[in-house]
């Protein structure tokens, strides 16, 4: 019998290598009416401990999957296709996409309409698939209210996924200083003393407050004094005081002395003052307010240094006495819990934001009357309502937007602000009167008291909040670092706002 040569028996091989290939080919090639039942055949022939049925179930969810991506797939195209077509008749009327007048009539209204049509579709589509994924974080003991915190991403995708979304303002002008880690829960809210020595003061869920060092990012004191989440932290305007408000029922003022570790040189850094151990404090060492109508309180706020405000969530604001810890006045109107209080800084004026979807103004100016205003320009939860500088209110509410207000004539709002997420604890800086909104997406945003945006703080897998932002603090004493965010990522971040070049994009 003859034997096969080696050559041969290569050649045998390529071939039927050859003809295996070209069957899967033309498998793959097949109508996608056989595609159900060569992959059935073809799974039955593999070795798998899953029950036919579950494997069969499996083969048509996975055949669902393809074909949804092959739709959008076309989509996309298609709308490339439009893209590229009206780039095309541009071009042959004379006119540019980038850097070209698009002013004239009938051509403007078209493109405008072409490419917000595009961008709306485009976020819709986003949100849809986004909101599936959201949660609910788990409401700590005491906490103000249930955050959900959404999984939002833009879509990295190829080139020709078109946005009309305003471009990132550069680095430069905005640049993350220094990290603030250490509470073992998310930070709730966080402020700067008013006298020095300038340090970071935060209140977190994990029942702690903690005072830092601005520069160099260590922690000065840890005060342990609450039961439940510590909701808010104010500093008084001329002495080394604290005001927090937790959900313990209580609020606490208590005294604070630190010192600024000393500048060190590089090579004696390991043994400086800052890397010890923080110093704890547990008691008040002031007053401790009674918890008289305190009940989970979110917020407080110093009223010239000699009283406090406390909003609860008992639906009423108090207002205590800062040296004998007595009620003077109780602030009553709004039909749901409390979210924000704030004080003007110059006149007797107190706003109490709520759930109730209102803001009020209550009016301590004249001592025979206690007067009250209640405005309704949200439809959802407002978060907070600050006052500025000037004569102007300024309210952040769930309902994604944001709204600026003339004290002398707070009818309807002089400016409204929309975003694409819940808005929290908002700022505004004192000097240039520039807003910080601090989002749920985990996105912090600038604007001007005009409503016009700014700047968007940078955020990535290195640098950036990557879970809810609750507040932020402008501090422009400092100059390497004037704003401040905390968020449910249990850190806080100093940001260098680079305000003139700001400005001046602008």
């Known amino acids: 019998m003859p034997v096969e040569s080696g050559n041969s028996a290569a050649a045998r091989q ?31 022939g593999q070795d798998s401990k899953l029950p036919m049925a579950l494997r069969s179930n499996l083969l048509d969810l996975f055949g669902q999957i393809e074909r949804e991506f092959e739709n959008l797939y076309i989509e996309n195209l298609d709308l490339r296709r439009e893209i590229e077509s009206l780039n095309e008749r541009l071009a ?15 051509l403007k209204t078209k493109a405008s309409h072409s490419t917000s049509q595009l961008s709306q579709k485009l976020k819709t589509t986003y ?26 991403e833009l879509w990295g995708g190829d080139s020709w996924i078109v946005s009309s979304f305003k471009a990132t303002t550069s680095r430069a002008v905005c640049q993350l200083v220094k990290e603030y880690v250490g509470h073992r829960d998310g930070i709730w809210d966080l402020a700067v003393t008013r ?51 937790s959900g313990d029922q209580t609020a606490h003022i208590w005294r604070y002395m630190v010192q600024l570790p000393l500048p060190q040189p590089p090579a004696d850094i390991s043994t400086g003052w800052g890397q010890k151990a923080p110093v704890s404090s547990r008691s008040p060492k002031t007053c401790r307010l009674g918890e008289l109508n305190l009940l989970n309180c979110p917020r407080t706020c110093l009223v010239g240094g000699k009283q ?54 209550w009016d301590f100016r004249d001592p025979s009357i206690h007067s009250v205003n209640v ?6 939860t407002v978060t907070s309502a600050v006052f500025t500088v000037g004569d102007n ?76 932002v609750c507040c932020s603090a402008w501090n422009e004493e400092n100059q390497a670092c004037n704003l401040f965010t905390c968020g449910f990522d249990r850190q806080a971040i100093g940001w260098n706002i680079n305000i003139p070049a700001l400005l001046q994009e602008k």
């Open 92 to 106: 042959g009327e004379g006119q540019t996409v980038d850097g070209g007048d698009l002013s004239k009539g009938a």
């Open 127 to 152: 949100k849809a698939s986004t909101s599936k994924r959201s949660n609910s974080f788990p409401g700590k003991v005491g906490g103000p209210r249930n955050f959900n915190v959404g999984n939002w």
């Open 14 to 44: 390529v071939k039927q290598k050859r003809k295996s290939h070209s069957l899967s080919i033309r498998r793959t090639n097949s109508t996608e009416q056989d595609r159900p039942g060569m992959q059935r055949d073809m799974l039955e």
């Open 195 to 245: 006298v020095q020595p300038l340090v970071l003061g935060t209140a977190s869920a994990d029942h702690c407050c903690m005072l830092w060092s601005i520069e160099t990012g260590k922690c000065l004191l840890k005060y342990a004094g609450h039961a439940g989440s510590v909701n808010s932290i104010k500093f008084h305007p001329t002495e080394q005081m604290a005001l927090t408000a």
């Open 308 to 361: 406090v405000v406390t909003a609860s969530w008992d639906r009423a604001a108090n207002l205590y006495d800062v040296e004998t810890s007595e009620l003077v006045h109780t602030l009553t109107g709004h039909d749901q819990e409390l979210t924000h209080c704030c004080t003007h800084p110059t006149q007797r004026l107190v706003v109490t934001s709520s759930r109730d979807t209102t803001f009020r103004l």
């Open 375 to 380: 405005f309704q320009g949200h439809t959802d």
């Open 393 to 468: 209110v300024v309210s952040g509410s769930d309902d994604r937007t944001v709204k600026v207000w003339d004290l002398k004539n707070m009818r309807s709002p002089i400016a409204t602000i929309r975003t694409d997420s819940a808005v929290n604890r908002i700022s505004v800086s004192a000097n240039q009167r520039i807003i910080a909104l601090p989002h749920d997406n985990r996105q912090v945003r600038l604007f001007d008291m005009n409503g016009v945006r700014l700047a968007r703080l940078p955020r990535s897998n290195r640098q950036g909040h990557r879970r809810m």
